[in-house]
């Protein structure tokens, strides 16, 4: 296993955050109660919802949304590609049938509105948008779209912890959005997730379907709010746990100045890398935008082999990352479908090491090895009989 002189994520877990979840065992409460009941208000206020439910991971809460927004089969729900396989699966779950669409441009990795527009059917249920690295990208277009078109829009909201457009968080754009608390989130509790939702409706349906369908948990009936249950729908089991609860509640608490911190790192890392041969910096900066800042990438240039680039850092202790493999291209779902921009995005992206704890030294390091990375590549396509 390397050694990372600077990982491609952190998360440090502090004392006062390992007494939170200590407190919760003492409790002898461990299923959802009285800390998920605390993080839901807070996660609704903070986004701005009239509903925030928490639920076992990011996973889940798309598979809820999708659930709970009534997609079945002979249904189309157009998404992009370029994301994790769990926005499409999602989808899948529910027996509709995802329609992917291409992105804007390489440096701009999100649903592009014409590609969204074109891929519409009368078949067409929804709209799965997804923040990418935590950027809004054309959501209020992709948002009006939909309200045009008579079509929901679901936002896969997985990076966009913290991120708000015209003072409007992310996920909340459309009927119902989708939150992951995985390690590598800028809100991360291990695994968890959460649903937003402005809609009382879906809120009952996600509330009813993460718990096997039942009409009251335990916790209502420790309260004596209830004294029995009912089953009436085939729900599962995406409950989160308390410890996990109060993990989250802390972490929210301390997520704006996380960001804050990841805003100032991805500011320094395109003045450092401004003008460097070989390489274009991704996710422009959106005026009027608070960004989450979960990813930053870069985009080679054609001709600069990625592999060699990524060992080179990886030689130099530097670790990266490939976000995403195109979802189309993978064999589950193999879609015979051209979308040029998305796979030349796939092709030619690196993301490179953000973190709230990153310190300056570290963020050197890594333009260090980029420079050298490319300096050494282009001096290797220049040499007659030599290869990147």
Same mark, same amino acid.
């Given at each position: 296993?390397?050694?990372?002189?600077?990982?491609?994520?952190?998360?440090?877990?502090?004392?006062?955050?390992?007494?939170?979840?200590?407190?919760?065992?003492?409790?002898?409460?461990?299923?959802?109660?009285?800390?998920?009941?605390?993080?839901?208000?807070?996660?609704?206020?903070?986004?701005?919802?009239?509903?925030? *439910?928490?639920?076992?991971?990011?996973?889940?809460?798309?598979?809820?949304?999708?659930?709970?927004?009534? *997609?079945?089969?002979?249904?189309?729900?157009?998404?992009?590609? *370029?994301?994790?396989?769990?926005?499409?699966?999602?989808?899948?779950?529910?027996?509709?049938?995802?329609?992917?669409?291409?992105?804007?441009?390489?440096?701009?990795?999100?649903?592009?509105?014409?590609?969204?527009?074109?891929?519409?059917?009368?078949?067409?249920?929804?709209?799965?948008?997804?923040?990418?690295?935590?950027?809004?990208?054309?959501?209020?277009?992709?948002?009006?779209?939909?309200?045009?078109?008579?079509?929901?829009?679901?936002?896969?909201?997985?990076?966009?912890?913290?991120?708000?457009?015209?003072?409007?968080?992310?996920?909340?754009?459309?009927?119902?959005?989708?939150?992951?608390?995985?390690?590598?989130?800028?809100?991360?509790?291990?695994?968890?997730?959460?649903?937003?939702?402005?809609?009382?409706?879906?809120?009952?349906?996600?509330?009813? *379907?993460?718990?096997?369908?039942?009409?009251?948990?335990?916790?209502?009936?420790?309260?004596?709010?209830?004294?029995?249950?009912?089953?009436?729908?085939?729900?599962?089991?995406?409950?989160?746990?308390?410890?996990?609860?109060?993990?989250?509640?802390?972490?929210?608490?301390?997520?704006?100045?996380?960001?804050?911190?990841?805003?100032?790192?991805?500011?320094?890392?395109?003045?450092?890398?401004?003008?460097?041969?070989?390489?274009?910096?991704?996710?422009?900066?959106?005026?009027?935008?608070?960004?989450?800042?979960?990813?930053?990438?870069?985009?080679?240039?054609?001709?600069?082999?990625?592999?060699?680039?990524?060992?080179?850092?990886?030689?130099?202790?530097?670790?990266?990352?490939?976000?995403?493999?195109?979802?189309?291209?993978?064999?589950?779902?193999?879609?015979?479908?051209?979308?040029?921009?998305?796979?030349?995005?796939?092709?030619?992206?690196?993301?490179?090491?953000?973190?709230?704890?990153?310190?300056?030294?570290?963020?050197?390091?890594?333009?260090?090895?980029?420079?050298?990375?490319?300096?050494?590549?282009?001096?290797?396509?220049?040499?007659?009989?030599?290869?990147?």
């Amino acid at each position: 296993m390397p050694e990372w002189t600077v990982p491609l994520a952190d998360v440090v877990v502090g004392e006062e955050d390992i007494a939170a979840v200590a407190d919760v065992y003492r409790s002898g409460w461990l299923s959802m109660g009285p800390q998920t009941e605390a993080l839901e208000r807070e996660f609704a206020a903070y986004a701005g919802a009239r509903h925030a *439910l928490a639920v076992a991971n990011g996973t889940a809460a798309l598979h809820l949304i999708c659930a709970a927004a009534g *997609l079945g089969p002979g249904d189309e729900v157009v998404v992009p590609s *370029l994301t994790f396989v769990a926005t499409v699966n999602a989808i899948a779950y529910t027996a509709a049938t995802p329609v992917f669409a291409d992105v804007v441009s390489v440096t701009e990795p999100w649903l592009d509105p014409a590609a969204v527009e074109a891929a519409l059917t009368e078949r067409t249920r929804a709209i799965m948008s997804l923040a990418y690295g935590g950027h809004p990208g054309s959501i209020a277009d992709v948002a009006g779209l939909g309200r045009d078109r008579g079509v929901a829009l679901l936002e896969d909201a997985a990076h966009a912890a913290g991120s708000r457009l015209g003072g409007r968080h992310l996920g909340t754009f459309g009927l119902a959005g989708a939150f992951s608390f995985f390690s590598n989130k800028n809100l991360a509790v291990g695994e968890g997730g959460m649903v937003v939702t402005d809609d009382d409706e879906l809120a009952a349906r996600v509330r009813l *379907l993460r718990s096997h369908g039942m009409t009251t948990l335990s916790w209502d009936r420790h309260r004596g709010h209830a004294s029995g249950y009912d089953v009436v729908d085939l729900g599962f089991n995406y409950r989160i746990d308390e410890p996990r609860a109060a993990l989250a509640r802390r972490r929210l608490a301390c997520l704006d100045a996380d960001n804050a911190r990841r805003a100032e790192l991805d500011a320094r890392y395109r003045e450092l890398l401004a003008g460097v041969d070989g390489l274009t910096p991704a996710l422009p900066p959106l005026p009027g935008a608070q960004l989450a800042h979960h990813l930053f990438t870069i985009v080679l240039d054609d001709g600069v082999g990625r592999a060699r680039f990524r060992e080179e850092l990886a030689a130099r202790g530097v670790q990266t990352s490939v976000h995403y493999p195109p979802v189309h291209r993978f064999s589950i779902y193999g879609a015979a479908v051209g979308l040029p921009v998305t796979e030349a995005y796939a092709a030619r992206a690196v993301t490179l090491p953000l973190f709230a704890t990153m310190t300056l030294a570290q963020q050197d390091e890594v333009v260090d090895a980029v420079r050298a990375a490319l300096a050494l590549l282009t001096a290797a396509t220049a040499s007659p009989g030599r290869g990147a």
